[in-house]
Structures are given as C-alpha cells and as structure tokens.
C-alpha cells in the first residue's frame, strides 16, 4: 500500500479561491484510482464545508470549477 497526499485548488460560483488537502491509500498497481478518489473526497469536503475557503466567514457555494489538481507519494 502507498500513500497519496492531494491538493486540490478551485473557484466557486462566485470566484472565491477554495483548496481542499487530504490522503488517499491505494494498492501498489492502483494508482490509476487515486485521481477519481480524490475529487470524491473533495466534493464532499466542499459540500460539508470541510474546504478552506479565501474568505472566512463566507460559505463556498456551487457549482465549483476546479483549477488544480496536485498528487504526490508520501513514501519516501
């Protein structure tokens, strides 16, 4: 198993910056995997307004138009 760190950047409706952070673990051969589970967790992060936002105090609302998106192994 390997660990993959994701960064995910984007705007919202009303072009406010948003980026979302986390790992995800996969099989060895299953890196193809990783990009589609990371955007799951990002929408949900978004949704649950587990998202850091660029201007706190204010909701990010959708539709959400990714920008960046970043994976890199954890292992050494």
Request: net charge positive.
């Amino acid at each position: 198993m390997s660990d993959y760190r994701y960064v995910v950047k984007g705007l919202d409706a009303r072009g406010q910056d948003w980026t979302v952070t986390g790992v995800i673990r996969a099989a060895e051969g299953d890196f193809v995997l990783v990009p589609q589970a990371a955007l799951k967790s990002t929408f949900q992060k978004l949704t649950s307004g587990k998202a850091v936002f660029g201007s706190p105090g204010i909701g990010c609302q959708g539709p959400y138009k990714m920008r960046s998106l970043l994976i890199e192994t954890t292992d050494g």
